[in-house]
């Protein structure tokens, strides 16, 4: 079983529309058009199993609406191989009864995404969340690293990480871009072996420019082979998880790649889909 654990859809009506903006904010071209078909489109060329789906919520007054529509929809999506994550926002003041909501729906999860939230991490206002969570044990994916359109600040960098996990503890924690996009040297520094996950999302080879865009990307390159492989000796093999941002990479060009670096299959078995199936409790 392979688990794509950071993807991203967009409804039908817009999402053309918000490829093609974000893809000119990055400079970085997508993959698929960010539908729900495209991505079971490419899960079914690719061969993976289940997609985990991740909201960003941009604004305090989405967070009911959004959470609201994936609940009611969540056994049409689990049944096509989608795993949909709530959202939260920081300044989203009934934050804890919407948490319940989400665990008591049988959400496993929300996506916070610092940079899009204009907040930093060890905010007040997001750690109260990440508290919350973690009583109700959801899953706490966020965007770690500087973000490849927002790059003026880092809102999640590994000492705010750091902060985090000493104000709340351990908890069910996944950082994705391989713990911090952009700032590699720092996670294997700072981060390799805590008690965190990272996913691979966006994070390997080479960036491919946007067709939105003369800009280039800021990085013409992610993790190569060798720091993927240094990184995940580091942090070991039971706290990375395979994902893509899809949209923004192409599954079946990830799974080659993860198949061509890790050459333990026992490695690679737990890095595609047994370490998030045993977080995901499936």
């Known amino acids: 079983m ?3 654990f950071h993807t991203h859809t967009f409804p039908d009506s817009i999402c053309d529309t918000v490829i093609a903006k974000l893809s000119k904010a990055s400079a970085s071209a997508p993959f698929t058009n960010g539908s729900q078909a495209a ?33 009611a929809n969540l056994e049409v999506n689990l049944e096509k191989g989608l795993i949909p994550f709530g959202g939260m926002h920081p300044e989203y003041e009934n934050y804890k009864e919407e948490l319940k909501f989400l665990k008591n729906a049988g959400i496993k999860g929300i ?3 610092p940079a899009y939230q204009n907040m930093d991490l060890d905010d007040p206002r997001v750690l109260r969340i ?12 966020i965007h ?7 790059y003026d ?12 996990l000493k104000e709340i503890g351990d908890f069910k924690f996944v950082l994705a871009h391989m713990g911090g996009w952009g700032c590699w040297e720092e996670v294997e520094r ?26 280039k990307p800021i990085l013409e390159h992610n993790l190569t082979k060798q720091e993927f492989l240094s990184l995940l000796k580091k942090h070991g093999e039971d706290k990375i998880l395979f994902a893509t941002d899809s949209p923004w990479e192409d599954q079946a060009d990830y799974i080659a790649r993860i198949t061509d670096y890790v050459e333990d299959e026992t490695t690679r078995e737990k890095i595609l889909g047994k370490n998030a199936q045993e977080l995901l409790k499936m």
């Open 2 to 4: 392979i688990i794509d």
């Open 39 to 71: 991505l079971l489109d490419s899960m079914a060329k690719s061969g993976v199993t289940y997609s985990v789906t991740l909201p960003v919520m941009t604004n305090p007054g989405q967070v009911e609406k959004i959470n609201h529509l994936l609940a």
């Open 111 to 113: 996506k916070l995404h």
């Open 130 to 141: 990440l508290d919350a969570a973690a009583q109700q044990d959801l899953i706490v994916l």
């Open 144 to 150: 770690a690293g500087i973000d490849i359109g927002i």
């Open 153 to 164: 600040h880092n809102y999640a960098s590994t000492k705010q990480i750091l902060r985090v």
């Open 190 to 215: 700072d981060l390799a072996g805590a008690p965190v996950y990272l996913d691979t999302a966006f994070s390997l080879g080479s960036i491919t420019p946007s067709p939105y865009t003369d800009k």
